[in-house]
């Protein structure tokens, strides 16, 4: 997806697309064991009265909180919503900064984006583990990347992936392994090493336009982009299995895609373009199935082209006239939220409000309505590193009115920014803005139903001593999220995020100075909420 940079102007007629990228390595980190036991916390309606078993240093007893379906709330403040940023690996555009780093180096630069990441109120990160058709993580069917060292193939003499994902989990960021599917190998890298796919069966590859891509009309091809997926959702505890927006190539000099062979072979009487749809469509439903067959809790998502199809091609286009993914680099995102073969899906919107040919304002709407009523998530792709460049991008106030205008649609349940890099230059002061109008609290990750999980029990035994509140950890709980309250709590005190003061993942304590009645909930690694536990200070 992140292919990004290629975004703003891509979508005029010729699009280009000049970025790609994705993936930083974690190993299998120990499943969360799901809370066997029945919940210590007790369900509090209206005047219930009910307690649970946690006491402070009023000596008065914590009742347990839920929110009333019918609580109104601010959409200013949202409790439950996905911020993200992209990490790069390809070309070296986030991380690392270059090969051939230390160690010890590459951690120091990573920490950074993260601690980063943190500040801003984040809660998700998408880290390119497979920049093209290599590793960032120790694989068994693929060479490490070159983007570690600097020589294809070479080991870098660590497995990167596991402190990526546990450094991750350790400031409450979701881990979203990305993926690049069909690039089979980078235009500056020179020959693959020997051990490469693309050496072992020169058969699976297309040369396009001076790079190698594995043809996706292929069934072996696509049982090896599944292999490899499916290896790093078993090995290592990621969260998220994130593909871009490279399917087939984006229009270039105009070169036709030299896939005429499987084409005869595997056709069927369909049209070229129905048959190329088709295997992409195979691909994404194939990889949907093995991620959740492995570990039903993954989530599985696709961030395409901003443009699915113009109304000049479709009635049910949006108001663009720019290039259509599903006619152009055969990516039909319309039919991966229709049939369910997506957990989310993160259009990459890197247009302003206004542009001719694809109007922000447009296109978020018509998104929006894409999935209602589908349980598909989505999650707007945001230009971060068009701030402060040409245009409408010049004027601080573009991307937060971006957010703002998303908070008319429920559908939008976040936003993810390219990339880390832009994260850390902060053009324009954007962060500024957005950490007053839109992040001035935390938020929970959006709960995807189908990915199931359960709330762990309600912490026990809170505690005040020194300035300081702590309790007992709840069996199945990553995270804790503790709310303030002036007053007493009433039954909606939890309902968005007005009282909500912190996500804890790093421990079971928490600064409690100011005064009021504080609620701990405990969270499961999707953010399945538990009954709050309360205390007053």
């Not at 500040?119 to 993580?137: G, L």
């Not at 069917?141 to 070159?146: C, K, L, M, Y």
């Not at 304590?509 to 399945?528: M, Q, W």
């Amino acid at each position: 997806m992140r292919k990004a940079l290629l975004a703003s102007a891509v979508v005029a007629m010729a699009a280009t697309a000049t970025a790609y990228a994705f993936g930083p390595d974690a190993e299998a980190g120990q499943r969360d064991k799901r809370a066997g036991e029945a919940r210590t916390a007790v369900k509090s309606g209206p005047g219930s009265g009910t307690e649970s078993v946690a006491t402070g240093e009023t000596g008065r007893q914590a009742h347990a909180v839920t929110a009333a379906p019918d609580c109104k709330v601010d959409k200013a403040r949202p409790k439950r919503q996905l911020r993200g940023v992209w990490i790069a690996t390809v070309n070296n555009l986030d991380w690392p900064s270059k090969t051939g780093l230390s160690q010890q180096r590459q951690k120091a630069e990573y920490t950074r984006i993260l601690d980063n990441a943190a500040k801003r109120r984040f809660n998700a990160v998408f880290v390119q583990v497979r920049p093209a058709s290599d590793a960032i993580y120790k694989s068994p069917h693929e060479p490490w990347s070159r983007f570690l060292t600097g020589t294809p193939g070479k080991d870098p003499g660590w497995d990167p992936l596991p402190f990526l994902i546990s450094e991750a989990h350790k400031r409450g960021l979701e881990f979203h392994a990305w993926f690049n599917p069909y690039r089979a190998a980078d235009d500056k890298g020179g020959r693959p090493p020997a051990a490469h796919p693309a050496r072992r069966h020169p058969d699976w590859v297309v040369r396009h336009e001076g790079r190698l891509y594995y043809n996706p009309g292929l069934p072996k091809v696509r049982e090896h982009v599944v292999k490899v997926v499916t290896d790093v959702t078993t090995r290592y505890d990621v969260d998220g299995v994130h593909f871009d927006d490279y399917f087939y190539p984006y229009p270039g000099r105009g070169t036709r895609f030299a896939d005429e062979a499987a084409f005869r072979k595997y056709g069927k009487g369909k049209s070229l373009a129905a048959w190329r749809r088709d295997n992409v469509n195979k691909l994404v439903a194939e990889v949907d199935a093995a991620v959740h067959e492995a570990r039903p809790e993954v989530k599985f998502g696709i961030s395409p082209f901003g443009i699915w199809r113009n109304k000049a091609q479709d009635a049910s286009g949006s108001r663009t006239s720019g290039m259509s993914a599903y006619d152009q680099i055969f990516a039909d995102s319309r039919h991966w939220i229709k049939n369910g073969t997506v957990d989310y899906i993160i259009p990459q919107l890197y247009w302003p409000r206004g542009q001719a040919n694809a109007d922000y304002s447009a296109l978020a709407p018509w998104w929006a309505e894409e999935v209602k009523g589908t349980g598909v998530h989505l999650y707007i792709g945001q230009a971060l590193y068009q701030v402060g460049t040409t245009g409408a991008w010049r004027k601080p106030g573009e991307l937060p009115a971006h957010l703002t205008l998303g908070r008319a649609h429920k559908q939008i349940r976040g936003d993810v920014y390219f990339s880390a890099k832009s994260l850390l230059a902060d053009p324009l002061g954007v962060f500024g803005r957005l950490g007053s109008e839109h992040y001035t609290r935390p938020a929970l990750l959006p709960l995807i139903k189908d990915r199931g999980g359960e709330a762990p029990p309600a912490p026990a035994d809170l505690r005040v001593s020194g300035g300081e509140l702590t309790w007992k950890p709840s069996q199945g709980a990553r995270a804790y999220a503790v709310y303030r309250v002036a007053g007493e709590p009433g039954r909606c005190a939890t309902a968005d995020a007005t009282n909500l003061v912190a996500v804890v993942s790093d421990g079971n304590a928490i600064a409690a100075k100011t005064p009021g009645t504080y609620l701990v909930t405990a969270l499961d690694r999707l953010h399945n909420e538990s009954e709050a536990a309360r205390i007053k200070v």
